[in-house]
């Protein structure tokens, strides 16, 4: 187990979110990646309802994750999960085309996969039975099993999305999880299994089990 | 110029889009990034339209930019930049603090920033007119302009995000000029400010020019 208050690595997370949102925070990826690296790290947890002002001058949007890693203070866990693999020289190869194929699909996850996830989100929980958003859905469903669909072909048979696993499937394979909650997802066997095989990893579980230790059960009383 | 067919550096872009997507389309931020980096690129143009089915072997989503660097073969605007910033070392520092403020805000561009921009672009271009996009605008508009308000506040008063100008001022100037399109955009002139700022780079300029050049005026016709 990787967290130890003494760790070089300091990463901050929430102390509370509400239940369709536990395990899904996205602290969930540096936390992965520190447990695929043998990496320890310290967690510093903040309130998201009551978020700190101070907090806005680590991370522009008041998000989660930061993470410190001695004096380097990075945000966006994009960012981080290259800062990690780069420093340990594994999940992300040095050079060549096997460094530019995970870095493609970093980024692919980043801006073209994961929007849609958000959108689905705004539709189904955010704003959960308003009419516009009942109007959206059948389109925006459509978008995302067009999108799924080429993102299936592309994985093919492939163990990993790209070569060895990587940061781009701790990426991918966190965002995917957020597409279980439409019907569409279940469309795409090679997807599930794909997702199946990513959370199925011993350092994902134990990802998983201390985002879900660190969070408390009942919300924090208003200020 | 560094249009040249016998370059190393080959991007790949569409060779007609509707008029709202002039200028917009997502190879203008390698076409920038080589101007500013004076490298030369040739050109290869396909159709959005009648998008050839191989193209999907190379981009798994059939979208724009493609790069080719002699052999190695990119995709993803966000890695691109990234590849050829740190191929020419600059634009983007090798270490420290200063390369994850840059990664930091790359990232905070693809992931935190733009999707909202291409909520806007559904809500006012793809669905415009219909009853749900105009039911969801004032909510999006909201989320929009508290998310610019914390760029705004983060920017202050520097002339670029994070020190020098550098891969995030590309990405994000590129992504803010696509705000223009709402009304809420000039609610901040400090980031009205910013993208005149990095929209009147010479770089910028030819980058631009580059990209309408491509595109023919006549939609092809149907195959």
Redesign the interface.
């Known amino acids: 187990m990787p967290i130890d208050p003494d760790a070089d690595i300091e990463i901050t997370a929430f102390d509370w979110v509400p239940d369709f949102a536990r395990g899904f925070v996205r602290d969930l990826r540096p936390r992965w990646a520190c447990e695929e690296l043998d990496l320890s790290y310290r967690e510093r947890l903040i309130s998201a309802v009551h978020r700190p002002d101070w907090y ?1 001058a680590e991370q ?4 989660v994750p930061v993470v410190k890693d001695g ?9 981080i999960l ?2 990690l693999a780069d420093r340990e020289g594994r999940l992300l190869p040095a050079s ?2 096997a460094r ?1 194929d995970v ?6 996850n ?3 996969i ?2 849609l996830a ?2 689905l989100g ?1 539709v189904l929980l955010f ?1 959960a039975g ?4 009942e ?2 859905k059948p ?1 925006l469903l459509e978008e995302i099993e067009k ?1 799924l669909r ?2 299936a ?2 994985l093919g048979s492939r163990e990993w999305i790209a070569g060895e696993f990587s940061i781009a499937d701790i990426a991918l394979v966190c965002t995917l999880r957020e597409f279980e909650r439409s019907e569409v997802f279940a469309k795409f066997p090679t997807l599930v299994a794909y997702t199946e095989r990513g959370s199925a990893r011993p350092a994902f579980r134990r990802a998983l089990e201390a985002q879900l230790a660190a969070l408390a059960e009942a919300p924090p009383i208003a200020a």
Chains 1, 2 share one sequence.
């Open positions: 806005y522009p949007f008041g998000q004096n380097l203070h990075l945000f966006e866990s994009g960012a290259l800062h060549g085309q530019a870095l493609g699909w970093l980024f692919a980043y801006n073209s994961e929007p958000m959108e705004t704003h308003e009419d516009w958003a109007a959206r389109t999108k080429r993102l072909d592309a």
